[in-house]
């Protein structure tokens, strides 16, 4: 998982701060950017493009140099995303008919394009994972899947036999 994983600066050779969100482009799946918290106490957060990634590691992730984290206002590609807010991890997961699926309470992410590859989603019953390619949409309020990512289990014969 992505989030409060620190990020570390080459240039600087220390920890710049953690990742406290991600910036996703809907339409897509693709994360543009991430929100970091730095380590100063009352600071906003910061934007740091994907673009600006040089390194991703299981225990951080590492930019060139700090000034590539940048105030919100400062990454114009990413407002729209920004005033949407749409946060995934957390949200609903549904199919297309409407079934409840739990909620996304992971990502499978491409280290290189930035792409969700793999949807992790948790429910009182169970814990399942859906791919990219059984995602309809991403809204504000829930992730849609395809209404085939609930398999229905074979019939078998003493059951086909009963009905």
Not at 48 to 72: M, W
Not at 113 to 137: N, T
């Amino acid at each position: 998982m992505l989030k409060n994983l620190p990020i570390g600066s080459i240039d600087d050779q220390a920890k710049i701060g953690h990742v406290s969100g991600l910036i996703i482009d809907p339409k897509n799946g693709k994360i543009e950017a991430l929100r970091v918290k730095t380590s100063m106490f009352f600071a906003k957060d910061k934007i740091l493009s994907t673009i600006d990634v040089v390194e991703t590691e299981a225990s951080g992730l590492v930019t060139k140099r700090q000034d590539n984290l940048v105030d919100p206002e400062e990454l114009v590609r990413t407002h729209a995303l920004l005033a949407k807010n749409i946060p995934v991890l957390g949200q609903n997961a549904v199919t297309e008919s409407g079934s409840q699926l739990g909620r996304i309470n992971d990502l499978l992410i491409d280290s290189e394009s930035w792409l969700i590859l793999k949807y992790y989603v948790k429910s009182a019953w169970e814990d399942r994972i859906f791919s990219q390619d059984k995602l309809i949409k991403i809204t504000e309020k829930e992730v849609v899947f395809t209404d085939n990512v609930i398999e229905k289990a074979p019939v078998t014969e003493p059951e086909a036999a009963a009905a």
